[in-house]
C-alpha cells in the first residue's frame, strides 16, 4: 500500500514539473517587453537596452508640422539616450505587440525597414553604429568608433553628416515586400521609407532637436563604413542634433 502512494505521489510530481517546464517559456516571452523596458544599459558588446519610449508628450503634431525645419548646423550637444531611443521609437517603433504594427504603415505589414543608429555623441554609448530592435526597443551593436568624417566622405562631403551628433541611417530589406507584391512592392518600400523619415524628423522636432534627410551618398560606401549588411540597401541618411540657429 505504502509503495503504490508513492509511486503515486512521485507521478504527480513528474507530471508537475512537466507543466511547470512549458510554462515558464510562455511566461518569459509574454513578459519580456516588460522587463527589457527602461533597465539600465548594457555592456558594449551586448545588447543595449533603451529606455521606455515616450507614448503621451504634450507637443502638439499641429506645433511638430509648424515648427520641422531641415538643419544642417549643430552646436555640438550630445544627444540622450533617451532621445535617441524615443526618434527610434518615432520611425519603427512597435505600437500594438499583438499584431507587430509599428508607428509608419507598411504595406500588407511587411516591414522591409531596418532602422541604424551611427552615435557620434550620444549619452551612455560608445561611438559606433547600432542596430534597432522595435520587438525589444533595443540596440545591437555593429561596428565601434567615430565614423563620422567616413560618413561624410561616403556622402559626398555633405557637412551635416559629419556634425551631427548622430545619424539614423534607414535601410531596407526589399524582398520582404517584393515577395508579396512583386516589382510593385519597390515603390511600397520607398513609401514607408518616406513614412519612417517623416515620423523621425516630426519627433526631433518635438524634443527640440534639428535633423535633416540625406538622399545623397555612395551606397556601397555607405555600407562599407557602417557595416550594414549588404543584403539591405540604404535609403536615407538623417543627421541630427542640437540645431545651431547662428
Not at 9 to 27: K, N, Q
Not at 31 to 52: C, N, R, S, Y
Not at 176 to 205: D, F, S, W
Not at 220 to 229: E, N, S
Request: aromatic share 8%.
Amino acid at each position: 500500500m505504502q509503495v503504490m502512494v508513492v509511486r503515486t505521489l512521485l507521478a504527480l510530481v513528474t507530471v508537475f514539473a512537466i507543466v511547470i517546464m512549458l510554462a515558464v517559456p510562455m511566461a518569459k516571452s509574454s513578459e519580456a517587453f516588460e522587463k527589457i523596458e527602461g533597465q539600465d544599459v548594457a555592456g558594449k558588446d551586448e545588447t543595449i537596452l533603451l529606455p521606455k519610449p515616450d507614448r503621451g508628450g504634450s507637443f502638439s503634431l499641429t506645433a511638430a508640422l509648424s515648427g520641422r525645419r531641415s538643419c544642417r548646423k549643430y552646436t555640438g550637444k550630445p544627444l540622450s539616450l533617451a532621445d535617441a531611443g524615443q526618434l527610434l521609437w518615432a520611425s519603427q517603433g512597435i505600437t500594438d505587440f499583438k499584431r507587430g504594427y509599428r508607428t509608419a504603415p507598411s504595406a500588407g505589414a511587411t516591414y522591409p525597414l531596418e532602422m541604424y543608429l551611427v552615435a557620434r555623441r550620444v549619452e551612455e554609448l560608445l561611438p559606433g553604429v547600432f542596430r534597432y530592435q522595435p520587438e525589444v526597443h533595443a540596440l545591437q551593436p555593429v561596428k565601434e568608433g567615430d565614423l563620422g568624417k567616413a560618413l561624410q566622405d561616403a556622402s559626398f562631403g555633405q557637412g551635416p553628416v559629419g556634425r551631427g551628433a548622430a545619424v539614423f541611417v534607414i535601410a531596407a530589406v526589399f524582398t520582404r515586400t517584393t515577395k508579396v507584391y512583386g516589382e510593385r512592392g519597390i515603390k511600397y518600400v520607398h513609401l514607408e521609407a518616406g513614412h519612417a523619415a517623416q515620423n523621425l524628423c516630426l519627433m526631433a522636432t518635438a524634443l527640440g532637436l534639428g535633423s535633416v534627410v540625406v538622399g545623397a551618398f555612395d551606397d556601397d560606401a555607405v555600407l562599407d563604413v557602417t557595416g550594414i549588411p549588404e543584403t539591405e540597401d540604404v535609403l536615407y541618411l538623417i543627421p541630427v542634433g542640437e540645431c545651431d540657429h547662428q
